[in-house]
């Protein structure tokens, strides 16, 4: 079975400084991997995909970076956090099927930026 | 612009009455189309998926019906239960596309 983790569970952060999320997947290879941002009480908005190891697309530009270093591991950074990064990070990888793409989701991240 | 639309924004039913959430969309290029339930704190799990090839699809207490013509969908939830309270997301998307499109999502409650 799939698992999929996703660290730190919480950050508390100041504007300006740098943070780095990391989310791992185990027991599926070369998975296609995800970044959602999720702010209070709102929607999902997919930030990067990646479907192999050193790849990565952007979706939606907020000032974040992301790297596959691994074919389990994916890394969501930036430099200088600004008060609009505060939100819920969700990690996801998808299952391919004939006629598309399933996603399943981690357990987040939740990042407040002070 | 937003191509996915959820209604309502918040739902309260009794338990054991069947929820109706709805779900619409602008883009025809849209195929597949998941229904997520997150609750606080936690990552969405998929819950139950439609393709747009499909008209209703059942799964237990979850179904979904979905009207390729009129570009609607909505997800029924029979005999809900307090443990249902949750939120619910409409996503859709399409084809080879890696990008999946989310509703702003319906706060379900069923109270007791």
């Known amino acids: 079975a799939q698992t999929i983790h996703q660290w730190p569970v919480a950050e508390i952060k100041a504007v300006g400084s740098p943070l780095s999320l990391g989310c791992t997947i185990k027991?599926?290879?070369?998975?296609?991997l995800y970044w959602y941002w999720q702010a209070t009480g709102g929607t999902l908005q997919q930030l990067f995909y990646?479907?192999?190891?050193?790849?990565v697309e952007s979706v939606v530009q907020l000032n974040l970076s992301a790297s596959r270093p691994k074919d389990d591991q994916f890394i969501l950074s930036t430099e200088k956090l600004l008060l609009s990064h505060s939100g819920f990070y969700l990690c996801?990888?998808?299952?391919?099927?004939?006629?598309?793409?399933?996603?399943?989701f981690g357990p987040g991240t939740r990042l407040t930026v002070l | 612009q937003q191509q996915v639309r959820q209604s309502p924004q918040s739902l309260t039913v009794w338990e054991g009455e069947t929820a109706i959430l709805n779900c619409s969309y602008e883009?025809?290029?849209?195929?597949?189309f998941p229904w997520y339930q997150q609750f606080p704190g936690e990552g969405p799990a998929l819950l139950i998926a439609?393709?747009?090839?499909?008209d209703k699809k059942e799964d237990g207490r979850f179904t979904i019906f979905f009207n390729k013509r009129e570009k609607k969908l909505s997800l029924h939830i029979t005999d809900s239960q307090p443990g249902d309270s949750a939120t619910y997301f409409c996503a859709a998307g399409g084809g080879s596309n890696y990008k999946l499109t989310f509703g702003k999502g319906t706060l379900l409650t069923v109270t007791p």
């Open positions: 439609i393709r747009s090839v499909s």
């Open positions: 027991g599926k290879s070369s998975p296609n």
């Open positions: 990646s479907i192999t190891v050193g790849q």
């Open positions: 996801a990888w998808s299952l391919i099927r004939d006629w598309g793409y399933e996603q399943y």
């Open positions: 883009n025809s290029a849209f195929d597949y």
